[in-house]
């Protein structure tokens, strides 16, 4: 079955840049997506990329995809306080009767 | 006002008590999810909605059972409630039919916590 495998912890330093890594297993996921949850408050929508795109940029955010190793990597340049959140890696199959599959996690603490 | 809102927003309850937790989404979408959190863990899916006569089972339905009273509600019951169901619980909705890409987007409540003693 689908899996979502991230590391669950990250910190850095403020205006370091953070990466965070996230494994699949569904090579037929036409959406990967990455959210974000801010401390006492739901998952909102960060960015997405869709599957047959190498890299999509969005201001401080990167998303880079190897198919191939089915791996999805968000970047925050000039990472800031307000950054620190939980960010879930999540993909979804191609069947208009499917559902999200979410990794667990990770969680990003930037420190002044 | 939030598109998708859950109340309670924090309950405490006790063993073997029967809970209700209520979703209502103004965004019309047909698609509602119920998801718990659990650090360490995730987001897990209990049950979801396609539509107003669709219940399906997700990941982690045992001792939890649901109800789409309209379009805009879905409600999640813990029959009798025991200390390992306590956890964040998250409401969610989509609509791949009306949502532009990326079709599969969810939106989510702003949570309850539920602590079971």
């Known amino acids: 079955g689908e899996d979502v495998e991230q590391s669950l912890f990250l910190s850095v330093r403020e205006g370091d840049s953070s990466v965070i890594n996230c494994t699949y297993t569904?090579?037929?996921?036409?959406?990967l997506y990455w959210y974000k949850q801010e401390p006492g408050a739901g998952l909102q929508l960060l960015t997405y990329?869709?599957?047959?795109?190498d890299m999509k940029q969005d201001q401080r955010l990167t998303v880079l995809l190897n198919k191939k190793d089915k791996h999805l990597s968000l970047r925050i340049a000039d990472t800031q306080t307000g950054d620190s959140a939980i960010y879930f890696c999540?993909?979804?199959?191609?069947?208009?009767?499917?559902?999200?599959?979410f990794g667990k996690g990770t969680m990003l603490l930037v420190s002044p | 006002d939030a598109d998708v809102t859950q109340t309670p927003r924090n309950r405490i309850t006790k063993t073997g008590k029967r809970i209700m937790l209520e979703c209502s989404q103004t965004?019309?979408?047909?698609?509602m999810y119920w998801y718990r959190q659990d650090p360490g863990l995730g987001l897990r899916l209990i049950y979801y909605?396609?539509?107003?006569?669709?219940?399906n089972k997700g990941e982690i339905s045992d001792g939890y059972s649901v109800s789409r009273q309209a379009q805009a509600k879905f409600s999640l019951s813990l029959e009798s409630a025991i200390p390992n169901q306590t956890a964040l619980y998250f409401c969610?909705?989509?609509?791949?039919?009306?949502?532009?890409?990326?079709?599969?987007?969810?939106?989510f409540g702003p949570g309850t916590r539920l602590t079971v003693l």
């Open positions: 969610a909705t989509s609509d791949p039919g009306t949502s532009g890409p990326p079709w599969g987007e969810q939106f």
């Open positions: 569904d090579s037929s996921s036409t959406y």
């Open positions: 990329i869709f599957s047959n795109m």
């Open positions: 999540a993909e979804i199959p191609p069947s208009g009767y499917s559902t999200l599959t």
């Open positions: 965004k019309g979408h047909d698609r």
């Open positions: 909605s396609f539509d107003v006569k669709d219940i």
